[in-house]
């Protein structure tokens, strides 16, 4: 969009605020608003933002990170073609944005820039990745205690609850189709009050992009209804946890989809396996990008539908990485793979480019995955484990953080100051969580996500 019909959207549609949002080293989503008055200017110039805020974890406790102290100052500079009306909040349109240093070049620690350059990694094979979040979440009232509880007691998949929360749903999925998303797909899941929506694939940035949004809209039109919604990894200590499985796919300049081989039996290509073959690799390093928080490894564990271990299958939903069955009309617009040691407390930004950097280096590697797991892996002793090169995924954010920070491949990738704010913010989160009781880490992981 140009700025011109920006401005004139927002003056037809009476927006008085225009946020312009980022999603921080701690998957904060945090911005600043420009008044319409001065909004043309803004998306030329961005709004200023002090270097500090990415040192900053998902507590507002600011961490030491050189670079990233009292001096300087970075621009947000919006997306002219991510602008939406919001929905759920009277008079304002929201916007995302880049990092962009005062010479205007993309800031060393700005995570859409990360995403961009792994993005253009991929095009330089002629290649681009296509994906989906698919969010789990989970609705909440305060009780007479004051404290987040399930919005209801139903069972899974159940009529009933998609009955309870008619008003809700149907109101999420009109304010997202408003704002551009498609979404495809809703079902309440098997948590109490748990829920799940998903999202028509795109490109990755506009994938990530969406899973923003969608975290914005979620929370937004539940507070429309009186209810708290949360994406964290793990709500509530006896309830399932919620995952934010990442459906991703590899396309050509032509539109084909480079994960299919009419030809193999499954109807996965060697460049799939490959990808997959990367990934593995990688994914003990991996999650600590998409399972990044103190409250992921709650949700983590064996034999909880969430993945466990570095394995893959066909439709084995305890594997790490699915094969997911295509649809009967398009079966090769449709084969897909599916990262399951994923959930929303991750920036997705980084989540999609630490996955397309793992795969990536799969095919440079020609790398070929052991053969598929079709059973769950945890069910297999640590002998048969062994046989098929099935590692367990990390117990702990502090042990992914530890393995991050071994993987060469992923921190070149990140760049040197991303990856040191990472870190130090992840730590700092892992160690301010450790110190808490349950109960206070599990209500500061609800509200924060």
């Not at 929360?165 to 109101?171: K, R």
């Not at 999420?172 to 704002?179: G, I, T, Y």
């Not at 594997?319 to 009309?329: E, G, K, N, T």
């Not at 530890?402 to 992840?426: H, M, P, Q, T």
Request: with cysteine; net charge negative; hydrophobic share 45%.
């Amino acid at each position: 969009m140009t700025t011109e019909a920006i401005v004139e959207q927002a003056r037809d549609a009476g927006v008085r605020l225009v946020r312009f949002l980022y999603c921080d080293n701690g998957a904060a989503i945090r911005g600043k608003a420009t008044a319409l008055s001065g909004l043309g200017a803004r998306l030329t110039d961005g709004i200023g933002l002090t270097v500090a805020m990415m040192a900053m974890n998902s507590l507002d406790q600011l961490q030491s990170v050189e670079g990233m102290g009292p001096v300087g100052e970075i621009r947000l500079v919006p997306d002219p073609d991510s602008f939406v009306i919001v929905p759920y909040a009277a008079g304002s349109a929201a916007m995302l944005c880049d990092m962009l240093t005062g010479d205007r070049t993309p800031w060393g620690a700005c995570p859409r820039s990360f995403l961009k350059r792994m993005r253009a990694r991929a095009a330089a094979q002629g290649w681009q990745l296509h994906a989906s979040f698919e969010a789990e979440f989970s609705l909440a009232r305060r009780d007479e205690r004051g404290e987040y509880a399930p919005f209801d007691q139903t069972l899974c998949f159940s009529s009933i609850a998609m009955n309870q929360a008619a008003p809700f749903a149907t109101a999420l999925v009109a304010a997202l189709e408003a704002q551009g998303l498609r979404p495809e797909q809703y079902y309440p899941e098997l948590g109490h009050g748990q829920h799940e929506v998903s999202i028509r694939h795109t490109e990755a940035l506009r994938a990530a992009d969406h899973h923003i949004m969608l975290r914005e809209t979620i929370r937004g039109v539940a507070s429309e209804y009186g209810l708290y919604a949360s994406l964290a990894p793990k709500p509530f200590a006896d309830q399932a946890g919620n995952g934010a499985h990442i459906h991703f796919s590899l396309w050509d300049a032509a539109g084909r989809n480079l994960f299919y081989d009419r030809d193999a039996p499954d109807g996965l290509s060697q460049l799939g396996a490959q990808f997959i073959a990367g990934v593995l690799e990688h994914l003990p390093a991996l999650v600590a990008l998409t399972c990044p928080s103190f409250n992921s490894y709650k949700r983590l564990q064996p034999q909880s539908w969430s993945s466990a271990y570095t394995a893959w299958g066909h439709d084995n939903r305890e594997a790490a990485v699915r094969v997911a069955s295509p649809f009967w009309s398009d079966v090769e617009g449709s084969t897909n793979l599916e990262l399951k040691a994923a959930d929303s407390s991750c920036n997705p930004y980084i989540a999609l480019g630490g996955l397309l950097a793992a795969g990536l280096d799969g095919v440079a590697r020609q790398l070929t995955p052991r053969a598929a797991t079709e059973a769950d892996p945890a069910g297999l002793s640590e002998a048969e484990r062994a046989a098929r090169g099935i590692r367990r995924l990390p117990a702990s954010l502090d042990e992914a953080l530890d393995n991050l920070e071994r993987d060469a491949l992923l921190i070149e990738s990140l760049g040197d100051l991303l990856s040191r704010a990472y870190l130090a913010v992840r730590r700092s989160e892992a160690r301010a969580y450790a110190a808490m009781d349950d109960a206070a880490q599990f209500k500061g992981h609800f509200y924060t996500y």
